[in-house]
């Protein structure tokens, strides 16, 4: 059950919205009923003790059936939201699209400005740009257009919508991909889920490459040792933690990567001194701590920067970061006071590849 759990951890943050309050790994039980002696007749004969294995294999097949179910709801949900993302791309929006990707700009802050500029952009991500900062953020972590980037968990594409046609001229953006014949149902469900965020949106990840990952017990596959000039794992490091996918992330991250290589960080900042196994259950990890897990793998932390700071984050909630917007986990309860939080407080880092 524990190695389900892990797999189940891994492939979700690959393919779930980060910005939705994670679910919790599907449990099962099995309650043996003792019926009660009647104390009007006969004691009735001693029930035979329940086999372990079939039990074991009982409780097995019932999450499973529960995690397929669940898996199922979830493609549905994704296929629905296909079909209004391919009903966005008109061929109006394709054509136009594809002349701001195909022109060559030149200079990487020109090419930065005419992708966030662009109307391929989903309906209300440009309003984030005020604050997550996008221009600002990718130029502290040094990225070119001609990088080879890989991103972890790119959720519902916030970042990926931007990363792939900046990167059209030069460079490569790779993420996660999976086998649809995968007899483990959440590796299928994965490669299904990246095909339609893929395939929905037009012409606009025509250029992006999909690393295959292997079974549950391999390391992350993040492509060729030394071939990476960036990794970015953006507001995920809190799941990282809460699953144990330490060493599946950044041993293949250290590896993958170029002497110098970049590992850029965001993350939804805990207050210092916060314990992060309570942190992280609420979507935030102390800095400090953070930063030390990091250079534990082989990492140096090269600089850190505020751009994505926010005082009003109290970092108090019941439902955790998924409170502030754009989640808003209480619906429209406060949602005023919460609007005027604004989205969290976060750490920006930027760690380069050392030798171990």
């Given at each position: 059950?524990?190695?389900?759990?892990?797999?189940?951890?891994?492939?979700?943050?690959?393919?779930?919205?980060?910005?939705?309050?994670?679910?919790?790994?599907?449990?099962?039980?099995?309650?043996?009923?003792?019926?009660?002696?009647?104390?009007?007749?006969?004691?009735?004969?001693?029930?035979?003790?329940?086999?372990?294995?079939?039990?074991?294999?009982?409780?097995?097949?019932?999450?499973?059936?529960?995690?397929?179910?669940?898996?199922?709801?979830?493609?549905?949900?994704?296929?629905?939201?296909?079909?209004?993302?391919?009903?966005?791309?008109?061929?109006?929006?394709?054509?136009?699209?594809?002349?701001?990707?195909?022109?060559?700009?030149?200079?990487?802050?020109?090419?930065?400005?005419?992708?966030?500029?662009?109307?391929?952009?989903?309906?209300?991500?440009?309003?984030?740009?005020?604050f997550?900062?996008?221009?600002?953020?990718?130029?502290?972590?040094?990225?070119?257009?001609?990088?080879?980037?890989?991103?972890?968990?790119?959720?519902?594409?916030w970042?990926?919508?931007?990363?792939?046609?900046?990167?059209?001229?030069?460079?490569?953006?790779?993420?996660?991909?999976?086998?649809?014949?995968?007899?483990?149902?959440?590796?299928?469900?994965?490669?299904?889920?990246?095909k339609?965020?893929?395939?929905?949106?037009?012409?606009?990840?025509?250029?992006?490459?999909?690393?295959?990952?292997?079974?549950?017990?391999?390391?992350?596959?993040?492509g060729?040792?030394?071939?990476?000039?960036?990794?970015?794992?953006?507001?995920?490091?809190?799941n990282?933690?809460?699953?144990?996918?330490?060493?599946?992330?950044?041993?293949?991250?250290?590896?993958?990567?170029?002497?110098?290589?970049?590992?850029?960080?965001?993350?939804?900042?805990?207050?210092?001194?916060?314990?992060?196994?309570?942190?992280?259950?609420?979507?935030y990890?102390?800095?400090?701590?953070?930063?030390?897990?990091?250079?534990?793998?082989?990492?140096?932390?090269?600089?850190k920067s505020?751009?994505?700071?926010?005082?009003?984050?109290?970092?108090?909630?019941?439902?955790?970061?998924?409170?502030?917007?754009?989640s808003?986990?209480?619906?429209?309860?406060?949602?005023?006071?919460?609007?005027?939080?604004?989205?969290?407080?976060?750490?920006?880092?930027?760690?380069?590849k050392?030798?171990?």
């Amino acid at each position: 059950m524990q190695r389900l759990a892990l797999v189940i951890a891994s492939v979700a943050l690959m393919s779930c919205n980060k910005d939705t309050p994670p679910t919790e790994t599907p449990q099962s039980s099995t309650a043996a009923a003792t019926p009660a002696a009647d104390e009007t007749t006969e004691p009735a004969e001693e029930t035979p003790a329940e086999d372990p294995e079939a039990a074991k294999k009982a409780e097995e097949e019932a999450a499973a059936k529960k995690l397929q179910e669940q898996l199922d709801k979830r493609l549905a949900a994704a296929e629905a939201k296909a079909e209004k993302v391919k009903a966005r791309w008109t061929p109006e929006v394709v054509t136009a699209f594809e002349k701001m990707r195909d022109k060559k700009y030149g200079n990487d802050k020109k090419r930065m400005k005419a992708v966030l500029a662009s109307k391929h952009r989903a309906p209300g991500n440009a309003d984030r740009d005020k604050f997550r900062h996008p221009a600002e953020t990718l130029k502290f972590f040094g990225l070119k257009r001609n990088m080879k980037v890989f991103e972890i968990g790119q959720g519902a594409g916030w970042y990926t919508e931007v990363l792939a046609p900046y990167l059209a001229e030069g460079g490569q953006l790779y993420l996660a991909g999976y086998d649809e014949k995968a007899e483990d149902p959440q590796m299928a469900f994965g490669a299904k889920a990246m095909k339609l965020f893929l395939e929905s949106p037009g012409s606009l990840y025509s250029n992006v490459e999909t690393v295959a990952q292997g079974g549950r017990d391999e390391p992350m596959n993040l492509g060729p040792d030394g071939s990476l000039d960036m990794v970015l794992v953006i507001r995920m490091f809190h799941n990282v933690h809460r699953f144990g996918l330490w060493d599946r992330y950044l041993t293949s991250a250290h590896k993958s990567l170029k002497d110098g290589g970049v590992l850029a960080v965001v993350q939804h900042r805990a207050a210092e001194g916060a314990d992060p196994e309570e942190s992280a259950k609420k979507g935030y990890l102390p800095e400090k701590w953070l930063i030390e897990k990091i250079e534990g793998y082989g990492f140096k932390l090269d600089k850190k920067s505020e751009i994505n700071a926010n005082k009003k984050d109290t970092k108090d909630y019941e439902q955790g970061v998924w409170t502030l917007p754009p989640s808003f986990a209480l619906g429209d309860k406060d949602k005023a006071k919460y609007e005027g939080i604004g989205e969290s407080d976060r750490a920006t880092l930027r760690f380069v590849k050392v030798a171990k």
